[in-house]
């Protein structure tokens, strides 16, 4: 007896063997413009971004070249809407490199970098970031601080700032700031417009991190002497400070203690914040 067999035919498959390649191409098409987009970025966004997280007082003009690699002309001033701005000689260079933890940045100028750039470490954090500073020196001049606005528009200082850092840490948490490690600010042979006596003196700031960072100013010589010491309580830093002559140089220096805050006998109070 013969058995009749039915063979059923199988659903076709479609075929998809021609359209993948394309599919493939669409896709490292896109990819290829998010990858020139992102490393093309220009610098104006990181100018932006400068500007828009300082309040407008530290600012990048002329931005040339990309977000990882350009420059630009530092600019400080008063803020959004102050009229005054210094500028740093020649340009600012930086470059940036992703890293597994976040960003490297090195920061370099012709004027003030002289022992090599400025290097730090950008980590983002849930809801901040934080900023570590390699060890590093700078040198800056003092004028560029005029450009802060009251009071330093007002004395024009002149001389030199250095800078040098040591476990320098910046942390940004909901908004809130956390310092770790050590900067120190050493001002050397200052002068101001408002004094005839040249130089004032030199000064030393240093700034300490911890769970309330504090300020503290002494000075090294001159005949304007300044003390003072100071703390941050939540964003603002509070300051007070003493000003006074050398002996023999109350007479010369008058005009200018009454200028740096309020007088009490032969000192002058100076508070902030």
Not at 22 to 43: C, E, I, K, N
Not at 103 to 130: D, F, K
Not at 204 to 231: F, H
Request: with cysteine; hydrophobic share 40%; proline share 6%.
């Amino acid at each position: 007896m013969n058995r009749s067999t039915t063979h059923r035919a199988s659903p076709r498959r479609a075929d998809t063997g021609p359209r993948a390649p394309w599919r493939w191409a669409w896709l490292g098409g896109l990819l290829g413009l998010v990858l020139v987009f992102v490393t093309q970025a220009p610098a104006r966004w990181l100018a932006a971004a400068v500007a828009g997280g300082t309040g407008q007082m530290v600012q990048l003009a002329d931005p040339q070249g990309t977000l990882w690699a350009g420059s630009a002309r530092l600019l400080l001033t008063g803020g959004a809407g102050s009229d005054g701005a210094t500028t740093l000689p020649g340009r600012v260079h930086w470059t940036l490199r992703p890293a597994w933890s976040g960003l490297r940045a090195e920061l370099r100028t012709n004027c003030c970098t002289p022992e090599g750039p400025l290097a730090a470490r950008v980590s983002p954090r849930w809801s901040g970031a934080q900023v570590r500073v390699e060890d590093g020196q700078a040198l800056f001049p003092a004028s560029l601080l005029a450009g802060l606005g009251t009071p330093m528009n007002t004395i024009e200082p002149q001389g030199q700032l250095a800078l040098a850092t040591q476990g320098l840490s910046v942390e940004w948490l909901a908004g809130r700031l956390a310092l770790q490690g050590r900067a120190e600010f050493t001002a050397r042979h200052m002068s101001s417009r408002l004094s005839t006596v040249q130089p004032l003196g030199s000064y030393r700031m240093i700034l300490a991190g911890g769970d309330a960072p504090t300020l503290n100013l002494s000075t090294l010589e001159g005949p304007l002497q300044l003390t003072g010491s100071g703390q941050w309580v939540g964003q603002r830093l509070r300051f007070s400070g003493e000003a006074w002559a050398a002996p023999g140089m109350e007479t010369q220096l008058a005009n200018l203690l009454n200028l740096l805050g309020r007088r009490q006998g032969d000192r002058t109070k100076i508070f902030l914040g």
